[in-house]
């Protein structure tokens, strides 16, 4: 399985496929089979750090009772099986980034960029981007979008940017107390600012943090972040509202909140498609945009009757393919075969 | 079957007739109550169905489990009183309870 999941090229890499996928979720990876049985080669591209979408990042160990043939399987092992059912078809993963820009060239073909700055130059491409793109949340605190990207980050991209600086880290979970750890030497000051004693973090990490604590290299304090001060959107400090409705201020210079992720569109709204309430409407012939050669699958499509299922997803995909391979191979005579009895399929397959 | 008004962050009061066993998230999206969003569809992974439940019912209620405690972390303003709606399962002793949407979901 991890075969197929090479993790891309480099910066600045150009890859070129003849079907890019925006989306690694189920969807997305059952386009895979079904563009591959058609010899499509096909690039994922997935903001998360590894396939499922959100199957993987929401609820891995959920059952799911409506997938035919599995009257019960987990999100991630419905992702694992998936990934299994797709490794013959060599699909190439470019994780951790997410597509910016999509335009069409002038010979047809389509140029995708990234934020990690990949480019992709594909003959067909399929939006399976889902509820769009996880994002890391915002909290809802007053005037927060002032100070984002200046004093307030939501990820860490270099550490050296945290030196020397008065550090609050708000959250309770693994990214909260492994930056945490990791920046604690480098900062001026570190507060961990949590609304609770408990930590669903790893316990090793909730240790450590604890032992930082004990020799008062680190302070903790519990409560909620109600309010920044700060002018110009450089951070002097944060307040914090306990249990209790107490209020105290902590000075700080940077702010790194962790709240989890949420989905949101993204840039898929800067492409020039047509879109209903932040969902592509497609045809139901072979789930087209408004732009030929430009699909999508999945919970982000809409169309009369659609309903958010991963097994219509899967149909959508079957039928996109169908379109597809026209585009990718438009002097090949297609001929419908099943993978029961054609041995062209078998041997792609690599089941004979 | 069990009475269950939601108050949105406006004060728009909605009374739900719920049925046993379905969830008190489930019962706000079919009214359409704004505010509740349900993101994950209540797998209790997203936190945006969150509500404050009314005092007098916390401990008809309960306190919550805690892969839901672990969850609330991503919500906000949380208060003693915050549950995940998608965790609240309706019975006959949850007739009459109130519970109040958030500002925001997040």
Known sequence: MTETSSNGGATGAVTETDAVIIGAGPCGLFAVFELGLLDISCAVIDILDRPGGQCAELYPEKPIYDIPGYPEISGQGLVDRLMEQIAPFHPTFHLSQMVQSLERLPGGTFRLTTDMDETFVAKVVVIAAGGGSFQPKRPPVPGIEAYEDTSVFYAVRKMEAFRDHDLLIVGGGDSALDWTLNLQPIARSLTLVHRREEFRAAPDSVNKMRALLDAGDIDFRLGQVSELRGDNGQLTGAVIKGKDGSQTEVACTRMLPFFGLTMKLGPVADWGLNLDHNLIPVDTEKFETSERGIYAIGDINTYPGKIKLILCGFHEAALMSQDAVKIVYPDKKVVFQYTTSSSSLQKKLGVI | ?106
Do not use: W
């Open chain 2, 1 to 106: 079957m069990a009475k269950i008004t939601y108050v949105d962050a406006s004060g728009q009061r909605y009374d739900v007739d719920a049925e046993n066993g379905t969830t008190v998230m489930e019962n706000a999206i079919r009214e359409g109550v704004p505010g509740i969003e349900a993101e994950c569809g209540g797998a209790c992974a997203c936190a945006t169905c969150h509500v404050y439940v009314d005092e007098a019912f916390m401990p008809v209620v309960g306190e919550p489990e805690p892969m839901e405690e672990d969850m609330l972390d991503f919500a906000f303003d949380v208060r003693p009183t915050s549950r995940l709606s998608c965790q609240i399962r309706v019975s006959d002793d949850l007739d009459g309870l109130t519970v109040t949407v958030p500002e925001r979901q997040g």
